[in-house]
């Protein structure tokens, strides 16, 4: 079954502040991972699509890399704001590259403090 | 900038009672979407729609849910016996072409069954 694993769970962090969140996946075979960003009770909103050729893509603060060798995938953000906070969740379809089912990790909770 | 809208914002019914979810896809969107959030837990997915029929699904859409599209803007989700476990927020999502393109997602239907 394919597996979308993420960490930290959560992280606190001050506002300015750089932060790494991690991603591991298992589908095989690999079409796209995404990086979305949900604000608490709200839709989901894109923030990265990476494919297999690319293995770093920027978003503004937000910078995504992917290492398809060892199905890892990272979202940096950059000097961190008070409206960073949000749920950051890695997201890849379930069955390779024609499946329209997105799989979605649990997420990392991310708080920014003044 | 083009959205997704979804109404209700918040529905309450009671067990045993059908109940309806509606979306506005993007208008030059052609593949739709209904995943649903248990809260505290993952999006999960339950149904991918294009050329009105159902092009790909998940276990937990079972006969107790339908989708149509019954005109050319709105997409519905029918929920026919509702469950106290089928209390969760609801997202609508749709995207250009299919499994590679960006989906975007909707504010959601917060479902409360009682």
């Known amino acids: 079954k394919n597996q979308v694993e993420q960490s930290p769970q959560s992280l606190i962090i001050l506002e300015g502040k750089n932060c790494t969140l991690q991603c591991n996946y298992t589908v095989s075979p690999f079409s796209n991972l995404r990086w979305y960003k949900q604000d608490t009770g709200r839709g989901p909103v894109s923030l990265t699509i990476m494919t297999f050729s690319e293995n770093t893509k920027s978003n503004g603060r937000y910078t995504a890399t992917l290492d398809a060798d060892t199905k890892q995938s990272s979202l940096h953000i950059t000097a961190s704001q008070l409206s960073d906070s949000a749920s950051y969740i890695c997201v890849v379809p379930a069955q390779g590259a024609g499946s329209y089912q997105l799989t979605f990790g649990k997420g990392t909770k991310l708080s920014v403090i003044p | 900038e083009p959205e997704v809208t979804q109404t209700p914002s918040h529905q309450v019914t009671q067990m045993g009672q059908e109940v309806i979810l509606r979306c506005v896809p993007i208008s030059n969107h052609l593949y739709f979407y209904w995943y649903r959030q248990i809260l505290g837990q993952k999006v999960e997915f339950l149904v991918s729609f294009y050329n009105n029929e159902i092009s790909e699904k998940s276990e937990i859409f079972d006969d107790q849910f339908s989708v149509e599209r019954p005109d050319g803007s709105n997409f519905t989700l029918k929920i026919r016996s509702t469950k106290l476990e089928d209390s969760a927020m609801y997202f609508c999502?749709?995207?250009?072409?299919?499994?590679?393109?960006?989906?975007?997602f909707g504010p959601g239907t917060r479902l409360t069954v009682t």
């Open positions: 999502a749709s995207s250009e072409q299919g499994a590679t393109y960006e989906q975007y």
